[in-house]
Structures are given as structure tokens and as C-alpha cells.
């Protein structure tokens, strides 16, 4: 049984995104004074007194607004109360009982769901203020009074909550997951291309570069398997990241890369590869990821039989210190080979969790030996005793040798190229480390 979930919805700029990392204790949602900085439904794993569920942070339901950018957020949140099992709704002490108060009130007695009325920035410990007796006007049961910042009160809601919560069966523990992080600049179809996989329109999609600001996360139960999706903020050039929501925005992506096990980089056909690309690039290769580039937008491009081999060339030439990540071209908006992204996946996480015999990998030592004499220097050559592997994600392979000066890193990449010819590693970064004799691996 998957684990209930329960929404935390309200007007913007009451303290939604606060209240929400301090139940996840964790700063996952971006916190801001200015109205509408959460956008997309945020998703994390909440546990109380043994009760487990998923909470969802909104963006703020405005009902008064034409607002292109606000409607969707409105939309967002709505199906955020249709899919939840309990609603949260957030109001704010300081500003009063407002009329929007009163039309996402009406919003969610229609939804039947159980909701719980919370009275937020109430800091001051003792007596409830009495301005909190004016809630009650809402028609949603009783109000509970909430600090999001220091936490007062939310033992009793959360209490609350669980009661009315449906009980998972604990002996159907979920299967274990291929997280997978899409990553790239802004604006080339990340939330597109996860909007076509979910099949509904959960991230917001919009020509403005820059709409996805938190990273978010979706299950994704197919015919390929399992697969937690993290849409992410699009990374720009450092110089062009503003201060404030923006860079929250970049950590989070970063951060996001860092959890994944598989990213997802993504190009747009009709631009054509940037630097910003390499570096976005270059820190999942750092993370150890396994890595997949995909060209998205690839139904723009007029073509011919040839030209998917030359972007594909191309693409190799300015992407060459990460030559083992697979390229696949394909299209969010028609669906084309998306479903064989899928397959590349889980190809890619199985080659980054690769582990291989000691033994066969000094069959391949004492054969890439006596292939490529190892160099010398001043009469004394290099001396490879033996090789390991310590670790995966990524593959970590640990040559102990008479000297590391004689280990050059020319030699290095050679007995790198022979561990992929010869057992594959495709999609994965491969780690070389290099021991004197009596060293720790």
C-alpha cells in the first residue's frame, strides 16, 4: 500500500514553505519573504509516532488573480487536494481572517477531505491570542495554533493528522528506487520531459526560463521498473545567478545531483551545445553519477540519414572528458524514444554499481602489461603488484605500485580503457587510485 499523503495549501506568503521544513526536518523547500516562491508541488517523507506519509508543499492559491504564472500555481495546488488523504491549511495570525482565507476555505470543504486549520506565526508561548478564536468564521473545525519557525503546536497537529491517516501495510515496503536527477540549463525541457513521463502536468511548463525552482520529486512505477524522477532548477553561468530565491534554487540542484544515483543531462537540439553544459556536466562526472546526455527538442530539427550522426560526433568532441556517457536524442513534447531513455537508465545504474573479481582484474593487469610496457625513469621502471576494486558508485579501482612518480597519468588512462573494453562501465565514471606498496587502500 503506498503511503498516504497529506498537502499543506493556503493563500501565498503564510508560512506554508516554513511549516513544511520543519516537519521534514530539513530545509527542502525554499523559504522567502516575497509571495509565490514555491511553484511547483514540493514532495518529502514525513514520520510521526511510527506513522509514515508523504507531505506536499503547494504553491499559495490565489483566487483573485489572472496572473498566467499564478493560475498554474493554483492549478498545481488543486492537484495537490485532489491526490491527498488529509489537507493542511495554512492561515497567518498577523494578517486576520482575509477573504481568500474564506475561498480556499470553500475550495477544500468541497474537496470531502479532512482538513486541519492551522494558525500560523503564533511565536509567543501560554494563552492562545484571542484574535485566534476568529478562525473559527472559516467553517474548518478548530484552529491549531503554529509557530513554523520554532515549532510550537506542531506535535499536537501532527498528532492530529495521523489519527485520520490510513494505516500502510508495513510487509509492503517499497522496492528500491533508480533516482534519477535531470539536469541542464534553463528552459530546455526538464519539466517537460517529466510531465510526458508522469502524464499529467505536475511541473509547471512556461516559456520563461527559470520556472522550476525547487527540485521536485516523482515516483514513477512503469513496465521498466521503479524510478524517483527529481525535476531541477536549470543552472546558469555563476555570474548570472541572482541572490536571494535563485540561488537557493542552484544549491538545490546541486544537492539534488548529489542524491541521484543516475543524471539525466539534458541539451536542447536547437541551440547546440554551451560551456554551461560541460560544467553542469562536470559536477555530476565529480559526483561519480552515471550519466546519461539526452537531446531533447530533437522533432525541431530539420534533418537528414546524417545528421544524428554528426550532432552525435559533435557531441563527443564537446563533451570528450565524460566520452562514456551515453547520447540518446529525443523529443518531451511528441514522446519519441522516451521510452528508451528508460532502458538507458537502469543500463547506466547497473554499470555505475558494477563490481569486478580481484582476479580478473589481474588478468587484465598482467595482459595490459605485457601489451604496454608500464614507464620508467632513470633506469627505474613502474611496478604494478596488484589491482582492486574498493568501491562502486562510481567503480574504484586501487593500483599499488613501487612508485607513484613512475605512475604517469598517461598510463593511468590506458589501464582505464582496458578495465572499459574490457567489462564495459558504460554511462559510469571510472576512479583510479594509485598506492605505493604498504599504503591503505
Not at 23 to 51: F, N, S, Y
Not at 407 to 432: C, D, K
Request: contains cysteine; aromatic residues 8%.
Amino acid at each position: 500500500m503506498p503511503k498516504p499523503i497529506v498537502a499543506i495549501v493556503g493563500r501565498p506568503n503564510v508560512g506554508k514553505s516554513t511549516l513544511f521544513n520543519k516537519l521534514v526536518g530539513q530545509r527542502l523547500a525554499i523559504v522567502e519573504d516575497t509571495p509565490g516562491v514555491t511553484r511547483d508541488r514540493l514532495c518529502a517523507e514525513c514520520e510521526w509516532q511510527g506513522q509514515r506519509f508523504l507531505l506536499i508543499d503547494t504553491g499559495g492559491i490565489d483566487t483573485n488573480t489572472d496572473d498566467v504564472l499564478l493560475r498554474h500555481m493554483r492549478a498545481q495546488a488543486q492537484l495537490a487536494i485532489d491526490t491527498a488523504d488529509a489537507i493542511v491549511f495554512v492561515t497567518d495570525i498577523r494578517s486576520g481572517v482575509t477573504a481568500q482565507d474564506s475561498d480556499v476555505a470553500s475550495l477544500l470543504l468541497r474537496s470531502g477531505k479532512p482538513v486541519f486549520l492551522v494558525v500560523n506565526k503564533v511565536d509567543s508561548l501560554g494563552e492562545a491570542p484571542l484574535e485566534l478564536y476568529d478562525f473559527y468564521s472559516l467553517g474548518v473545525g478548530e484552529p491549531y495554533p503554529v509557530s513554523s519557525v520554532h515549532g510550537h503546536g506542531t506535535g499536537d497537529l501532527l498528532e492530529a493528522v495521523c489519527a485520520v491517516l490510513p494505516r500502510p501495510d508495513e510487509e509492503g515496503e517499497e522496492d528500491e528506487r533508480i533516482s534519477v536527477a535531470v539536469i541542464g540549463r534553463p528552459n530546455v525541457g526538464k519539466s517537460s520531459l517529466i510531465n510526458y513521463i508522469l502524464g499529467e502536468q505536475r511541473m509547471i511548463v512556461a516559456d520563461e526560463a527559470g520556472t522550476t525552482r525547487d527540485a521536485v520529486d516523482s515516483d514513477i512505477d512503469n513496465a521498466h521498473g521503479k524510478f524517483t524522477f527529481i525535476d531541477t532548477a536549470g543552472l546558469r553561468r555563476r555570474g548570472k545567478v541572482e541572490e536571494g530565491v535563485e540561488r537557493y534554487s542552484v544549491l538545490r540542484s546541486l544537492a539534488a545531483v548529489e542524491r541521484a544515483r543516475v543524471c539525466v543531462i539534458m541539451i536542447d537540439a536547437t541551440e547546440g551545445f554551451a560551456e554551461q553544459d560541460s560544467k553542469i556536466a562536470g559536477y555530476a562526472h565529480e559526483q561519480g553519477k552515471a550519466c546519461i546526455i539526452a537531446v531533447n527538442k530533437w522533432d525541431a530539427v530539420e534533418k537528414d540519414d546524417k545528421t544524428m550522426d554528426a550532432q552525435r560526433k559533435k557531441l563527443m568532441n564537446d563533451f570528450s572528458f565524460m566520452s562514456y556517457a551515453p547520447i540518446i536524442f529525443l523529443s518531451a513534447k511528441t514522446g519519441q524514444r522516451v521510452d528508451r531513455l528508460f532502458d538507458l537508465i537502469k543500463y547506466v545504474d547497473e554499470q555505475n554499481a558494477l563490481r569486478v573479481a580481484t582476479g580478473m582484474l589481474n588478468e587484465l593487469l598482467a595482459r595490459a602489461t605485457a601489451r604496454v610496457q608500464p614507464p620508467s625513469d632513470k633506469g627505474r621502471r613502474l611496478k604494478i603488484f596488484y589491482m582492486t576494486q574498493i568501491a562502486t558508485r562510481p567503480p574504484t579501482f586501487v593500483c599499488f605500485c613501487n612508485s607513484k612518480k613512475l605512475f604517469h597519468f598517461s598510463y593511468v588512462r590506458y589501464l582505464e580503457n582496458q578495465i572499459r573494453e574490457t567489462f564495459g562501465l558504460e554511462g559510469t565514471p571510472v576512479r583510479m587510485l594509485i598506492r605505493e606498496r604498504g599504503e591503505k587502500a
